[in-house]
Nanobody, 118 residues
Framework: QVQLVESGGGLVQAGGSLRLSCAAS????????MAWYRQAPGKQRELVAQ???????DYADSVRGRFTISRDNAKNSVYLQMNSLLPEDTAVYYC????????????WGQGTQVTVSS
């Protein structure tokens, strides 16, 4: 079965940086889309950034210009470089991927906590 494992979360001060990583494992034919979502306490889960296999990257307005999503297809991995972090960025960040094995399915990681202090 496909598994997504995130890493790189932690506690940083406002203005600092973190780099999140997510690696997919399992019998994978292709990964169509990889993305990062986040969910802050008391708020809905929201899309932060996504990177399709053959399309342009897409960012939430709140992070555009500060975050950069990238992927390494050889490693079945996706990354989120987060710069100029703000307290409002505090959330659990989840890796998401649309992956084809024998069929196409949607998969979520368990999440990694990002806390930005002022």
């Amino acid at each position: 079965q496909v598994q997504l494992v995130e890493s790189g979360g932690g506690l940083v001060q406002a203005g600092g940086s973190l780099r999140l990583s997510c690696a997919a494992s399992g019998s994978i034919t292709s990964i169509n889309v990889m993305a990062w979502y986040r969910q802050a306490p008391g708020k809905q889960r929201e899309l932060v950034a996504q990177i399709p296999s053959g399309g342009s990257t897409d960012y939430a307005d709140s992070v555009r210009g500060r975050f950069t999503i990238s992927r390494d297809n050889a490693k079945n991995s996706v990354y989120l470089q987060m710069n100029s972090l703000l307290p409002e960025d505090t959330a659990v960040y989840y890796c998401f991927a649309v992956i084809k094995q024998t069929m196409v399915g949607a998969y979520w990681g368990q999440g990694t906590q990002v806390t930005v202090s002022s």
